[in-house]
């Protein structure tokens, strides 16, 4: 069967959104759920949410704190809840529980689970559906990032519930009759957050509360991470305990509707109450109708051509659907407009963005670093945070260059000796032949990969590019454009800036060709370059992607700089076997080399930026300098 599949710019910035096709109907997120901590057919739960946002949803079948919080073949569900799960060896934090129930006053999750179908379930990426049968109740809900929407659908009854349990390890919740909302917070996590985590909730009902009843712990376990019973203090509106929930009730007639808006933020109660306003006026069905299209939105990017077997499209876009969850969101938008976020490694609150989150166990190790590092991470760090970073990862990257280099140099010294071009009493002709035979193998070993990982991006790998990018343009227009780019290119203050960032591989080069014999002018030389490789690495990373970059072909300009600085790098490293040489082998130069990588990560963290950590200027009249005259493209 022909197969095309068309890349449209999956990651990439590209507003590109699908036709008429619902890519979502091939969506299946119950797959993988048939799992255990015993075996594993996926280790997945069915993730109710946006692609990358902040909360997911999720129903739950598994026991509070249990990391296979839904089972496939399990019967009953015990509530519906928000979780940040990635993985069931991960854990969840920040999660709490809304559950609808009828008859009596059942809070425990025990008491107030329900047997539940498959056939009348009913998910999507954007919502799910459930008949609840122990209650008689239609359970819906649909997200958006940091809220969502609930729509019970209850029988005739003369008491109706809905419970919101805030979760055990710390909690608290207040019942607002006169507003019909429930706030609160939860600390359940697993480990590794500060002190002051809390993920703060508000859900408001559009139905008022006949009966308000809180519940929490009667004793306080002796261990952070026991249990504690607990029990239902009817008219009690406030609590905060060990274990702390709501339960709130009304009558309801048959087939009426009660509607739940529910958000949260770990940044504030007055932050959740913002984040409430995602959902604006919109009705549920109007809610159901843009995540949908959201999702389709970002499914549709991949689309597969000329393919009728209905079983490949739901395993393809099940796995894009997976793929799309994480990173996610972790910034929340101020009453400023600003964006924010929580810190969870020192508990502030902190401007920028920040993604995080993802089941590192089972990632494609390619698409992690892409993604998490030069993708997402490193482009929505504030200044401050973007130049530090650049700096360490400079100094890993040095790290990982040396390693991966001593072993095609190790392979050829192998090679080398197998030849006999290390033997006692060798002819010349003999060793410069065992090298040319060595170092023949390993470069041919290198073209090998490189012509596999060509021939894999041209066969295997999707095209990239929107639908009017595929367009057949003349070579005439290519050159016009091309032209244009570069011409702007070069017309930007500053640019020659670049080129002074390759000094310090002049070092290198007149080592390499002038190969002095004096330990310490050798040494003396390797430092000097080194430690103006990392300001320069960091510097110029810098400049290209706050000064050259910015404006209407920025790809094409920071890749043009990139090459700049890739071409001063190519050079000194032709060169290197020579300052080997004069080190006295191998050994000697690449423990001198590792030492001196920690010299870029040790400097950068002192150098005195100019950018407060919201991306003001510290000081606008010096730093105006170097932008005046960009232009605004």
Known sequence: MKKTVIFLGLISALNVSAET???TQYVNPLMGTQSSFELSTGNTYPVIARPWGMNFWTPVTGKMGDGWQYTYDAY?????????????????????AIMPVTGSAKFNEDDRASWFSHKAEEARPYYYKEYLADHDVVAEMTPTDRAAMFR??????DSSFVVVDAYDRGSAIRIIPEKNRIVGYTTRNSGGVPENFRNYFVVEFDKPFTYCATFSND????KPDGTAGISLKPGVLEQENFHTGALIGFRTGKGERVHARVASSFISPEQAELNLKELADRDFDKLVSDNRQAWNDVLGRVEIEDDSNNDRLRNFYSCLYRSLLFPRKFYEIDASSKVVHYSPYNGEVKPGYMYTDTGLWDTFRSATHDIACDGVYMSELSNSEQSKYIGWQGGFYNIAKIVGTGLLVYLAGVIIRYAGGDASGALPETVRNANRIG??????????????IGVYHIFVLPSGGTKDCRKERSA???ARELTTVLGEFFRKKHIWYCLTFNIPFVVYAVLAYFQPTGGVIISAGIILEYFGYGFGFVGLTLFMMQQVAPGKHQMAHYAFASGIMNFGVMLPGMLSGWVCNMLGGYTLFFIVVTILTIVPPLVTYFVPFKYNDDGSLIAPAVDGALTQGEGTE
Do not use: C
């Open 152 to 157: 019970f659908t209850f029988p005739e009854n």
């Open 21 to 23: 096709a619902d890519y």
């Open 476 to 478: 005439s227009d290519v």
């Open 439 to 452: 170092w023949s193998w390993v470069m041919a070993l290198v073209g090998a990969i490189m012509l596999i």
């Open 76 to 96: 009953k569900i015990r509530g519906f809840e928000q979780t940040h799960q990635p993985s069931p060896w991960i854990n969840d934090y920040g999660q709490f």
């Open 219 to 222: 004793t306080v376990p002796s």
